[in-house]
């Protein structure tokens, strides 16, 4: 979890420095969830949690939503 948040934060960083040049317009929305790794992962919920969370992130204007 602590390493998929100073990811997404590394790249919210990038995009707020570049938004400052003013020559793109650029908005992010990020969605991550966490999977349990002890046993078997289904993939296809994992992303769908994480797919859920960035549209919940991008319906509340914030930039990132971390489904558990």
């Known amino acids: 979890r602590e390493r998929a948040l100073e990811i997404v934060d590394g790249v919210v960083e990038r995009l707020r420095a570049e938004r400052g040049t ?5 908005g992010a929305s ?6 349990d790794c002890s046993g078997p992962v289904d993939s296809e919920a994992l992303l ?3 797919d859920d969370a960035m549209y919940d992130a ?3 204007r914030a930039v990132l939503r971390v489904a558990a």
């Open 22 to 26: 003013g020559e793109l317009p650029v």
């Open 30 to 35: 990020f969605g991550v969830a966490i999977a």
């Open 48 to 50: 769908r949690r994480a």
């Open 58 to 60: 991008r319906g509340s």
